[in-house]
Nanobody, 110 residues
Framework: VQLQASGGGLVQPGGSLRLSCAASGSIASISVMAWYRQAPGKQREWVATIFTGGHTNYASSVRGRFTISRDYAANTMYLQMTSLKPEDTAVYYC?????WGQGTLVTVSS
């Protein structure tokens, strides 16, 4: 499985971005998909997970602001981010089992 993350960029505090993670094959049989992030000088941390059936979990730092979803027809997972804060600045990675996307940089700054 190859994963291609996109959608990062520079946004002002309070703004929104939607990240995408396109898989090279069908995600129909994938039971768990997740987003992680790594801020400068910090360890990679878990952000959100989506399970078969649509159940989702979020890190406390993003709950209520971020929404993870997936489109089976497009073989793509998304992370809708709203009310962004400077502390959300990081490289965001998508993950399926042992496979990782290349990361997309999100910078929240005025």
């Amino acid at each position: 499985v190859q994963l291609q993350a996109s959608g990062g960029g520079l946004v002002q505090p309070g703004g929104s971005l939607r990240l995408s993670c396109a898989a090279s094959g069908s995600i129909a049989s994938i039971s768990v998909m997740a987003w992680y992030r790594q801020a400068p000088g910090k360890q990679r941390e878990w952000v959100a997970t989506i399970f078969t059936g649509g159940h989702t979990n979020y890190a406390s730092s993003v709950r209520g602001r971020f929404t993870i979803s997936r489109d089976y027809a497009a073989n793509t997972m998304y992370l809708q981010m709203t009310s962004l804060k400077p502390e959300d600045t990081a490289v965001y990675y998508c993950n399926i089992r042992e496979y990782w996307g290349q990361g997309t940089l999100v910078t929240v700054s005025s």
